[in-house]
């Protein structure tokens, strides 16, 4: 304890204070600041020296000893965050002498960070170290979901006196769990498509019956007309706005409609074009068909599909299909799709018989889910605790929504737990990715830091307010 301030003093009470145990005699000459009983401060030491008012030479007398003791004192009279008491001490961190921290009325101390406390007394410290706590010592809030800040952490023995607050940082509220994706049928745009077999016209106004470079059936025929059998049923183009002259019949083409595109042609082939879509999705091969009324052999029907127009069955989706199968295709990809009959065994003519099929532009397609709604940060010496955000609202038809963010806690409180995202609906699909899916479970709300954080170093006294954790 320090020399008495006032009143009647003794060489006895010099020696105590500075040479305690001794019970040598005095000399005030042993007793200069600077000297061998009382060290000079280190030059990075920041506090008061409580004997800054003995000299450090001439004459001494006992009214210098007034008030002084063997220690320092730092004082914090203003705001302030992240104060480390090897910091403040310096290299007299690890003497043994008295180490006085007070913290002034209305004033606030504060971690800047959860890995960072508002007051840090690490190891190495030496002699009694005793932090007296007039105003309040406040950990940092916790990100959404995460633990919040300590207030003090002790690595070595310290005695606090608090006469204020000491709460640790809020928990961070967890965050809310993403909408799941959801599945619903739209009808993809048919884009770009071009009749690459049956126009333009060739000499004598019949189609131009180009086949790609990889098609070698039918021994080189590939007439898309009825010529020669029923002088009407000549290939019309795409959608009959290529008729040509003499045609009565003009349904004998490709045909688009906003749910579909098809193909009928009044002899064997190819059916040959190119196109594009929208959207990726698994897309239906609706039917391929011949009517065979008039005679049988003419093969089965098969519809190619390739991303290149010198190979068959190439790219995403490529492959042979027949009536009612399945392709996987992507959005805005050139496909080049040939129509032909396998296993001929009949007349190079269908004669009456009719070659068709129909692709459909109905897909079943993702929906994306809600976002997430992220959980409120923990309350922080300069920061209210924050509020959830809302969910996102569903992507689109079938898909769930996004769950909320839970709530920040206050001071000392652990964080609310967010809600779970909705989850999708809708036909099951695996292309491009498998949905419906479930949505996201809630997060949970972060811990509350610690107030003291190394309890078995610290003695704790005072009638103020703690919150928050301890250990």
């Known amino acids: 304890m320090a020399v008495t301030a006032s009143g009647a003093i003794s060489f006895a009470n010099i020696r105590d204070e500075f040479s305690p145990g001794s019970n040598s005699s005095v000399s005030l000459g042993d007793y200069y600041r600077q000297g061998t009983k009382i060290k000079a401060k280190a030059g990075d030491n920041n506090a008061t020296h409580l004997a800054s008012a003995v000299p450090t030479s001439g004459a001494l007398a006992l009214s210098d ?22 910091t403040i001490f310096g290299d007299d961190y690890d ?25 840090n007394v690490p190891s190495g410290g030496a002699g009694t170290i005793t932090i007296t706590n007039n105003g309040n010592i406040y950990g940092k809030g916790g990100a959404a979901g995460s633990v919040g800040g300590d207030a003090i952490v002790a690595a070595s023995a310290c005695n606090v006196t608090n006469n204020g607050n000491i709460k640790s940082g809020g928990g961070g509220g967890g965050n809310g769990g993403a909408g799941g994706n959801g599945v619903t049928p739209i009808t993809a745009s048919l884009n770009n498509f071009t009749d690459e077999g049956g126009t333009p016209y060739g ?8 086949v790609p470079s990889w098609f070698s059936q039918y021994g080189g025929s590939h007439d898309l007309n009825g010529q020669g059998v029923v002088a009407d049923r000549k290939w019309g183009g795409v959608n009959g706005n290529a008729g040509q002259s003499g045609a009565v019949n003009t349904s004998w083409g490709f045909f688009t409609t906003s749910s579909s595109f098809r193909g009928s042609l009044a002899n064997r082939g190819p059916f040959y074009c190119s196109f594009q879509l929208g959207t990726q999705g698994t897309y239906t091969l609706s039917s391929a068909t011949i009517s065979t009324s008039y005679g049988s052999g003419y093969g089965s029907p098969q519809i190619n599909i390739s991303t290149s127009n010198s190979s068959a069955s190439q790219g995403q989706g490529g492959g042979t299909y027949t009536g009612g199968q399945t392709m996987n295709l992507s959005a805005d990809t050139t496909y080049y799709l040939v129509g032909s009959l396998s296993n001929i065994s009949g007349g190079t003519n269908l004669y009456y018989n009719n070659f068709d099929f129909s692709f459909s532009l109905t897909v079943n397609t993702i929906t994306s889910g809600g976002a997430a709604g992220a959980g409120g940060v923990g309350q922080s010496y300069n920061a209210s605790a924050g509020s959830g955000a809302s969910g996102g609202a ?44 479930n949505g996201g479970a809630a997060g949970t709300g972060g811990a509350a830091g610690k107030y003291i954080n190394g309890q078995s170093n610290v003695t704790l006294t005072g009638d103020g307010t703690v919150a928050g954790n301890i250990s």
Do not use: M
């Open 203 to 210: 000499g004598g106004n019949t189609p131009n019956n180009d």
């Open 394 to 437: 569903a992507g689109g038809t079938n898909a769930g929504a996004g769950g909320a963010g839970g709530n920040g806690g206050a001071f000392g409180v652990a964080g609310s737990n967010g809600t779970a995202g909705g989850n999708g609906g809708g036909s099951e699909i695996t292309y491009p990715s498998s949905a419906p899916t």
């Open 95 to 119: 003497l043994d002498y008295l180490k006085l921290v007070v913290i002034n009325s209305g004033v606030t101390v504060g971690g800047t960070s959860t890995s960072t406390p508002a007051i």
């Open 65 to 86: 000893y007034y008030g002084t003791g063997l220690g320092f004192q730092f004082t914090i009279s203003s705001d302030a965050t992240d104060q480390n008491l090897s």
